[in-house]
């Protein structure tokens, strides 16, 4: 079957300007994850959706960055003003079913750059 | 505080040599989870172990094997007789319950540089 999807795969824009990453996770699984892959701190989460409901938002950095999950199905993380610091790859990933630890399947990442 | 520590940066060994990853966890869980991914130069996060905190038998997969040791806290990861194919970066990660959400934290990574 299909894996999670992410689009763009990259996305390079100027400061200041807003972008909208997209996951589309494993069909049927319920939660989903968005974490962040920078050169100076490594592997970090982001946020946690179970359904629509996002329980866990401490990883988000700051009030810049946002993310909604509709349908129980596809997500959007939002960075709104974008700062060089923000270059990063972003990750998301899915898992069946959060009450147990289920392994949690990656896509491919968006590449986003901040001029 | 680091609750996933992977001291190797880089690794490089030639092809056939056994090469052995190092992951330190801090944790207060009592029940937790542990996992292996790689991420090979194209980039995405390939799953290849989960180890729940009460199983501590070791695991082999093919060439690659783990060693849970619950009493210093450490899940090695051995690649036996590396191949060029090899070459990546490995991650170990932690789940803890107590979170309520399993997000993983994630170890530094190791680079792992098998060449021919």
């Known amino acids: 079957g299909a894996g999670v999807s992410q689009s763009p795969s990259n996305k390079v824009t100027e400061k200041g300007k807003d972008v909208e990453l997209r996951c589309d996770p494993i069909?049927?699984?319920?939660?989903l994850y968005w974490y962040r892959q920078s050169l100076g701190q490594g592997l970090e989460f982001l946020i946690y959706?179970?359904?629509?409901?996002?329980?866990?938002k401490s990883g988000l950095p700051s009030d810049r960055f946002s993310a909604e999950r509709t349908g129980g199905s596809v997500s959007t993380l939002t960075i709104q003003r974008t700062q060089q610091e923000d270059s990063a790859v972003y990750l998301c990933?899915?898992?069946?079913?959060?009450?147990?630890?289920?392994?949690?399947?990656f896509g491919p990442g968006t590449r986003l750059t901040v001029l | 505080a680091q609750k996933v520590t992977q001291a190797q940066t880089e690794i490089s060994v030639v092809e056939k040599e056994d090469v052995t990853l190092d992951c330190v966890y801090e944790?207060?869980?009592?029940?937790?989870?542990l996992f292996w991914y790689k991420q090979p130069p194209s980039g995405e996060l390939v799953f290849l172990i989960r180890?729940?905190?009460?199983?501590?038998q070791n695991e082999i997969s093919g060439r690659y094997s783990w060693n849970f040791q619950k009493s210093t806290s450490s899940f090695n990861f051995t690649i036996t007789a590396s191949q060029v194919v090899d070459s990546a970066v490995y991650f170990c990660?932690?789940?803890?319950?107590?979170?309520?959400?399993?997000?993983?934290?994630f170890g530094a990574g190791t680079t792992v540089t098998v060449r021919a």
């Open positions: 990933a899915s898992s069946p079913f959060p009450a147990a630890p289920d392994t949690q399947y």
């Open positions: 180890r729940n905190s009460f199983d501590e």
């Open positions: 944790t207060r869980d009592t029940t937790y989870y």
């Open positions: 069909s049927g699984h319920t939660a």
């Open positions: 959706f179970q359904g629509n409901s996002a329980p866990d």
């Open positions: 990660a932690l789940s803890e319950p107590s979170l309520n959400d399993y997000k993983l934290s």
